[in-house]
């Protein structure tokens, strides 16, 4: 039943709290190898992305000199605001803000994902997006991370065994300009073989992986997920309250550690009566796996 009562409700959007001021554009005054140069801003330490005969880049000329002596030299033909050739583009070099907006959008996901890797999270590709996926290496099988403030603390696992397999929990993330700047969270649960007390080799078939998320996963509730995602959050921001995504060894993205909040101007008579560790306890999700299902 349906009561005219506002509830504060948790997306799955990351706020960008604090972006760089000036974006640069580089070019080569003479000659250059241009396949060499994409392969360098394919790798390139910090996201580059090449348009026309350069490419736009976040970092100072003295990192560019740095980073691409090996091909050629590369200096500054314009620098721009970043939210004026996000909204209007520019003139020199011409591109529509469209295009500009795309190619800065990559190197916030890109920024993203290296910082994922940095912290040696579990790189896979699903179908349209690439996942990150805590490990061993950052969560011991079974442990709880606490997230939350001090008086509210709470904590949710992040990796564990049911049916005699491993989830390892994990997200998605894209950037987003419109209705603000902000990365959309999409949860990812990834499946491994057990071996020991410990995660074996990732089935690799995604039919298994499809079939697992639907029926280990399936008691996992809107506070199981909700949890899950604000442990996997603290685990990537600690105590700060952002995720810093670097952008060039000078300056950085900020996001908002925690999601962005919105009321709803109703809600249901069902009160909210789970206990905070709910998630942890349900049948279909920690080790008393239904075999059945995974026929």
Same mark, same amino acid.
């Given at each position: 039943?349906?009561?005219?009562?506002?509830?504060?409700?948790?997306?799955?959007?990351?706020?960008?709290?604090?972006?760089?001021?000036?974006?640069?554009?580089?070019?080569?005054?003479?000659?250059?190898?241009?396949?060499?140069?994409?392969?360098?801003?394919?790798?390139?330490?910090?996201?580059?992305?090449?348009?026309?005969?350069?490419?736009?880049?976040?970092?100072?000329?003295?990192?560019? $000199?740095?980073? @691409?002596?090996?091909?050629?030299? %590369?200096? =500054?033909? +314009?620098?721009?605001?970043? #939210?004026?050739?996000?909204?209007?583009?520019?003139?020199?070099?011409?591109?529509?803000?469209?295009?500009?907006?795309?190619?800065?959008?990559?190197?916030?996901?890109?920024?993203?994902?290296?910082?994922?890797?940095?912290?040696?999270?579990? $790189?896979?590709? @699903?179908?349209?997006?690439?996942? %990150?996926? =805590?490990? +061993?290496?950052?969560?011991? #099988?079974?442990?709880?991370?606490?997230?939350?403030?001090?008086?509210?603390?709470?904590?949710?696992?992040?990796?564990?065994?049911?049916?005699?397999?491993?989830?390892?929990?994990?997200?998605?993330?894209?950037?987003?300009?419109?209705?603000?700047?902000?990365?959309?969270?999409?949860?990812?649960?990834?499946?491994?073989?057990?071996?020991?007390?410990?995660?074996?080799?990732?089935?690799?078939?995604?039919?298994?992986?499809?079939?697992?998320?639907?029926?280990?996963?399936?008691?996992?509730?809107?506070?199981?997920?909700?949890?899950?995602?604000?442990?996997?959050?603290?685990?990537?921001?600690?105590?700060?309250?952002?995720?810093?995504?670097?952008?060039?060894?000078?300056?950085?993205?900020?996001?908002?550690?925690?999601?962005?909040?919105?009321?709803?101007?109703?809600?249901?008579?069902?009160?909210?009566?789970?206990?905070?560790?709910?998630?942890?306890?349900?049948?279909?999700?920690?080790?008393?796996?239904?075999?059945?299902?995974?026929?």
């Amino acid at each position: 039943q349906i009561e005219e009562s506002p509830e504060v409700l948790t997306s799955s959007w990351l706020r960008i709290a604090h972006v760089p001021e000036c974006i640069r554009y580089y070019h080569p005054p003479g000659a250059i190898n241009h396949m060499l140069m994409h392969e360098f801003c394919k790798n390139s330490l910090f996201p580059a992305e090449i348009y026309q005969r350069g490419f736009f880049s976040f970092a100072m000329p003295d990192e560019i $000199e740095s980073h @691409f002596a090996s091909i050629g030299k %590369f200096v =500054v033909h +314009s620098e721009h605001n970043l #939210l004026e050739i996000l909204e209007e583009g520019s003139k020199s070099p011409s591109i529509y803000s469209r295009e500009a907006q795309n190619l800065v959008l990559s190197m916030f996901r890109k920024s993203w994902e290296r910082l994922c890797r940095t912290i040696g999270l579990y $790189e896979y590709p @699903f179908s349209m997006q690439t996942g %990150f996926h =805590v490990t +061993s290496d950052q969560v011991a #099988l079974g442990k709880k991370i606490p997230w939350g403030p001090q008086e509210h603390r709470r904590s949710s696992m992040l990796r564990n065994a049911a049916g005699g397999k491993v989830w390892q929990y994990g997200v998605s993330a894209t950037p987003f300009l419109w209705p603000f700047p902000h990365f959309k969270i999409k949860a990812r649960v990834l499946f491994a073989e057990r071996a020991g007390i410990e995660a074996g080799k990732i089935f690799d078939d995604t039919d298994k992986q499809h079939r697992f998320r639907r029926s280990i996963c399936k008691g996992w509730r809107n506070k199981a997920w909700h949890g899950r995602l604000m442990a996997f959050l603290e685990l990537l921001s600690g105590t700060s309250p952002y995720i810093e995504l670097p952008l060039a060894g000078s300056c950085s993205l900020s996001l908002d550690a925690n999601p962005v909040s919105v009321i709803s101007p109703i809600t249901t008579v069902l009160p909210d009566t789970m206990p905070e560790e709910a998630e942890e306890q349900d049948a279909s999700t920690l080790g008393n796996f239904d075999a059945e299902e995974d026929e």
